[in-house]
């Protein structure tokens, strides 16, 4: 069983469509993530979500609306597509603890906008 | 606010060299937490290890090993006798125990390990 579930993991698409990336977490994870990897390799944190609430909500361009409809899942539309999105989104969990505990990566999506 | 510097772009090595990837960061907490993370040609996130800032043993698992040095604010991690299989990008990240729950990474270290 996967962890941490991403679909689909390549997305090619049209500047000015609307795509949706899902993910799904089957570890009890109250916190869920998502980060963008430029094709620097940098990894960003844009969204993250705890118990379906919205705890951190990084300078990302209103386009990019991230839906976590229970903690166990957390989607992340995006409106408009431009170019500059390309690039490989993660979405990640970990447990809400004390501590600041591992996070649980899922495979990634690689989006193509053309 | 927290940062990361992985001086480092890239790394190349033959096999059986030892290889130490180096991470600096920036904090003001007094509590927090760092990380690396393996990311192979596949492109999956693999984590390797956590260490909070009060616990500046080193580590060793297997080839790989960590120092942590507080005095310096580094967390570097070496590789010994490094294989083919040992190539790809390693990510330090940091996390601080106030604020945002989320890791800040470094801009990673491409490790390419020859035959």
């Known amino acids: 069983d996967t962890a941490v579930s991403q679909t689909p993991k390549y997305l090619v698409t049209q500047m000015g469509n609307d795509k949706s990336i899902k993910c799904e977490q089957n570890?009890?994870?109250?916190?869920m993530y998502w980060y963008k990897q430029d094709s620097k390799k940098f990894l960003k944190i844009m969204f993250s979500?705890?118990?379906?609430?919205?705890?951190i909500n990084e300078t990302v361009p209103n386009r990019f609306s991230p839906k976590s409809p229970d903690k166990a899942h957390l989607n992340l539309h995006i409106n408009s597509l431009e170019l500059g999105d390309s690039a490989v989104y993660f979405c990640?969990?970990?447990?809400?603890?004390?501590?600041?505990?591992?996070?649980?990566f899922g495979s990634g999506t690689q989006l193509s906008v053309l | 606010a927290q940062k990361v510097t992985q001086a480092q772009t890239e790394i190349s090595v033959v096999e059986k060299e030892d290889v130490t990837l180096d991470c600096v960061y920036e904090t003001r907490d007094t509590t927090y937490y760092l990380f690396w993370y393996k990311q192979p040609p596949s492109g999956e996130l693999v984590f390797l290890i956590r260490r909070n800032s009060f616990d500046e043993q080193n580590e060793i698992s297997g080839r790989y090993s960590w120092n942590f040095q507080k005095s310096t604010s580094s967390f570097n991690f070496t590789i010994t006798a490094s294989q083919v299989v040992d190539s790809a990008v390693y990510f330090c990240?940091?996390?601080?125990?106030?604020?945002?729950?989320?890791?800040?990474f470094g801009s990673g270290t491409r490790l390419q390990v020859q035959p």
């Open positions: 979500y705890n118990n379906k609430e919205l705890i």
């Open positions: 570890l009890g994870h109250d916190t």
């Open positions: 990240a940091l996390s601080e125990d106030t604020g945002r729950r989320a890791l800040t």
């Open positions: 990640a969990s970990s447990p809400w603890t004390s501590q600041r505990e591992k996070l649980f």
